[in-house]
């Protein structure tokens, strides 16, 4: 498709009156016109090739400097005018107010994509910051959204790496010890950026008018399929964002992945992942694991409880919604259906993962005492699941125990009665496989579709980070290459099909972090 670029949405809703950075409350307005800051030396670390085509882009080394200077903010496009949408949210359960996009940066829309910068300078929701990004959380967030979309989970997408060789000051502990980090700007793309929180700032300061204008644009330029009117339509709409949202937890549930800050102002009203902050995937296997060192008390964002905080949110946006509908009966109800359909959706997900496509009246008994033992014995989620798929019917519990046996972390730990816990339920699920149609070799296909070999561990993009502040960027170059392909073998890079090396447990960067920029 040719490159044209749009901004239908500065073109369809009411902006802000004032053309200042300047940080402000902003009243009335679903955006702001902003001026990106520009960068010092702006230099292209590293691109997707495939996102530049998805947004009708053609990628050369002769246009290099062009998309360089574009994508970082040093230059915007003519006949388009930079913006940043004005938002609240709910911040760890409490309401926050007026947020907005502090650090990013909208250049224009393409081929049903809209192109952001995040970390391009001040807008007027920076609050008390300055707008712009490190390289370290750069390379996490570039890194991370390609490597979630080739897990098959619904994500932005990243289009360029830039460094912008401004020097950027970051606490990254919060210890009251700041320093100065090299600064980076990423390009990523997206459907819409519009957010549960969008919806929200309007309703909290009653303005029915703009919540309505928003929510009828969202609708007819993201949700196309919806041809019901009225009251009707908005419930269509949260039905629609109810169903994705669950279906993006589901599979960050499948890979094990931990988003780490599940703030309202961070929930894609397309149920995308957005927003690579403190996140991480599952090691050794903890429900109650959480990567943000902010929510290290109260654990609201971990793993397990990632079902339940998208509930809460789809909560938030109901109440956001209310007053075009005036009732809640309808928005009840389909909220009413989420725990139920996740419960379904949850117990088909782990049944591929094992292989097994018949269920058993005790089902929930039987994945209780899975996720008990993986707990228990302190086991590695990805390498478990991998290995679970070398496991052939004719198999002894003892056998399959011993092949998945390096997925512990601390196999000199494991105590008899662990070993019998295991072994108990490695004679279930032997047993079940008898029962299933499918060959060793079809199942195994089957499981390895769906339990990736490869993730983006944090002590993998710590490494690269470290190299690339260097200015080495082969490491961010291999881990872009190695994450495209996340369930294929790929035996030239073996050696990340690993568990979390010891010295990676405490170090910093590689196992909790900091919404430091």
């Given at each position: 498709?040719?490159?044209?670029?749009?901004?239908?949405?500065?073109?369809?809703?009411?902006?802000?009156?004032?053309?200042?950075?300047?940080?402000?409350?902003?009243?009335?307005?679903?955006?702001?016109?902003?001026?990106?800051?520009?960068?010092v030396?702006?230099?292209?670390?590293?691109?997707?090739?495939?996102?530049f085509?998805?947004?009708?882009?053609?990628?050369?080394?002769?246009?290099?400097?062009?998309?360089?200077?574009?994508?970082?903010?040093?230059?915007?496009?003519?006949?388009?005018?930079?913006?940043?949408?004005?938002?609240?949210?709910?911040?760890?359960?409490?309401?926050?107010?007026?947020?907005?996009?502090?650090?990013?940066?909208?250049?224009?829309?393409?081929?049903?994509?809209?192109?952001?910068?995040?970390?391009?300078?001040?807008?007027?929701?920076?609050?008390t910051?300055?707008?712009?990004?490190?390289?370290?959380?750069?390379?996490?967030?570039?890194?991370?959204?390609?490597?979630?979309?080739?897990?098959?989970?619904?994500?932005?997408?990243?289009?360029?790496?830039?460094?912008?060789?401004?020097?950027?000051?970051?606490?990254?502990?919060?210890?009251?010890?700041?320093?100065?980090?090299?600064?980076?700007?990423?390009?990523?793309?997206?459907?819409?950026?519009?957010?549960?929180?969008?919806?929200?700032?309007?309703?909290?300061?009653?303005?029915?008018?703009?919540?309505?204008?928003?929510?009828?644009?969202?609708?007819?330029?993201?949700?196309?399929?919806?041809?019901?009117?009225?009251?009707?339509?908005?419930?269509?709409?949260?039905?629609?964002v109810?169903?994705?949202?669950?279906?993006?937890?589901?599979?960050?549930?499948r890979?094990?992945?931990?988003?780490?800050?599940?703030?309202?102002?961070?929930?894609s009203?397309h149920?995308?992942?957005?927003?690579?902050?403190?996140?991480?995937?599952?090691?050794?296997?903890?429900?109650?694991?959480?990567?943000?060192?902010?929510?290290?008390e109260?654990?609201?964002?971990?793993?397990?409880?990632?079902?339940?905080?998208?509930?809460?949110?789809?909560?938030?946006?109901?109440?956001?919604?209310?007053?075009?509908?005036?009732?809640?009966?309808?928005?009840?109800?389909?909220?009413?259906?989420?725990?139920?359909?996740?419960?379904?959706?949850?117990?088909?997900?782990?049944?591929?993962?094992?292989?097994?496509?018949?269920?058993?009246?005790?089902?929930?008994?039987?994945?209780?005492?899975?996720?008990?033992?993986?707990?228990?014995?302190?086991?590695?989620?990805?390498?478990?699941?991998?290995?679970?798929?070398?496991?052939?019917k004719?198999?002894?519990?003892?056998?399959?125990?011993?092949?998945?046996?390096?997925?512990?972390?601390?196999?000199?730990?494991?105590?008899?009665?662990?070993?019998?816990?295991?072994?108990d339920?490695?004679?279930?699920?032997?047993?079940?496989?008898?029962?299933?149609?499918?060959?060793d070799?079809?199942?195994?296909?089957?499981?390895?579709?769906?339990?990736?070999?490869?993730?983006?561990?944090?002590?993998?993009?710590?490494?690269?980070?470290?190299?690339?502040?260097?200015?080495n960027?082969?490491?961010?170059?291999?881990?872009?290459?190695?994450?495209?392909?996340?369930?294929?073998?790929?035996?030239?890079?073996?050696?990340?099909?690993?568990?979390?090396?010891?010295?990676?447990?405490?170090?910093?960067?590689?196992?909790?972090?900091?919404?430091?920029?």
């Amino acid at each position: 498709m040719p490159f044209i670029p749009q901004n239908t949405f500065t073109q369809s809703l009411p902006g802000d009156p004032e053309t200042s950075n300047e940080v402000r409350k902003v009243f009335g307005a679903c955006y702001s016109f902003v001026t990106p800051t520009k960068p010092v030396n702006p230099t292209l670390i590293h691109t997707s090739k495939e996102v530049f085509q998805n947004i009708g882009l053609q990628y050369t080394k002769e246009n290099k400097n062009h998309f360089t200077d574009l994508f970082s903010g040093a230059i915007i496009l003519k006949n388009t005018q930079p913006y940043s949408m004005c938002y609240g949210g709910h911040q760890f359960g409490n309401w926050a107010g007026q947020l907005g996009d502090g650090r990013a940066i909208n250049l224009f829309e393409s081929n049903g994509y809209t192109v952001q910068l995040k970390g391009a300078g001040k807008t007027p929701y920076s609050r008390t910051a300055d707008g712009l990004a490190v390289l370290r959380s750069s390379i996490r967030e570039y890194l991370c959204a390609e490597a979630m979309h080739h897990l098959g989970v619904p994500t932005t997408r990243s289009l360029s790496l830039i460094s912008s060789g401004n020097k950027v000051l970051r606490d990254v502990l919060y210890n009251g010890n700041p320093a100065y980090e090299q600064g980076a700007i990423v390009a990523r793309v997206a459907p819409s950026f519009i957010r549960f929180g969008n919806f929200e700032i309007h309703a909290s300061r009653n303005d029915i008018a703009t919540l309505q204008q928003l929510t009828d644009y969202t609708i007819s330029h993201h949700f196309p399929e919806i041809y019901s009117e009225g009251k009707q339509k908005y419930l269509d709409f949260f039905q629609k964002v109810v169903q994705s949202t669950l279906a993006m937890v589901l599979h960050w549930q499948r890979v094990g992945f931990v988003h780490g800050v599940m703030n309202t102002d961070n929930m894609s009203i397309h149920g995308i992942t957005i927003d690579y902050g403190p996140y991480g995937w599952l090691e050794d296997f903890d429900p109650d694991w959480t990567p943000n060192t902010t929510d290290r008390e109260y654990r609201r964002y971990r793993f397990g409880n990632q079902p339940e905080v998208a509930l809460w949110n789809l909560y938030q946006l109901a109440n956001a919604l209310y007053p075009l509908l005036q009732e809640s009966d309808g928005l009840q109800r389909i909220l009413e259906q989420y725990p139920i359909d996740f419960e379904r959706g949850y117990q088909q997900m782990m049944l591929r993962k094992l292989g097994l496509e018949n269920t058993i009246e005790n089902e929930d008994k039987f994945l209780t005492e899975l996720t008990q033992n993986l707990k228990v014995t302190s086991t590695d989620f990805t390498i478990f699941f991998r290995l679970l798929s070398t496991i052939k019917k004719e198999d002894t519990s003892s056998i399959a125990l011993d092949k998945i046996s390096s997925s512990f972390y601390y196999p000199e730990r494991i105590t008899e009665a662990m070993k019998r816990q295991w072994l108990d339920w490695f004679s279930v699920y032997l047993n079940r496989l008898q029962n299933e149609l499918l060959t060793d070799e079809e199942r195994s296909k089957n499981m390895n579709q769906v339990n990736p070999k490869y993730v983006l561990r944090n002590y993998m993009a710590q490494l690269a980070i470290e190299e690339a502040e260097k200015g080495n960027y082969q490491l961010i170059d291999e881990l872009f290459t190695l994450l495209q392909k996340p369930y294929d073998e790929q035996p030239d890079y073996e050696r990340w099909f690993t568990k979390r090396p010891e010295w990676a447990k405490t170090k910093i960067g590689c196992s909790m972090l900091s919404c430091s920029s």
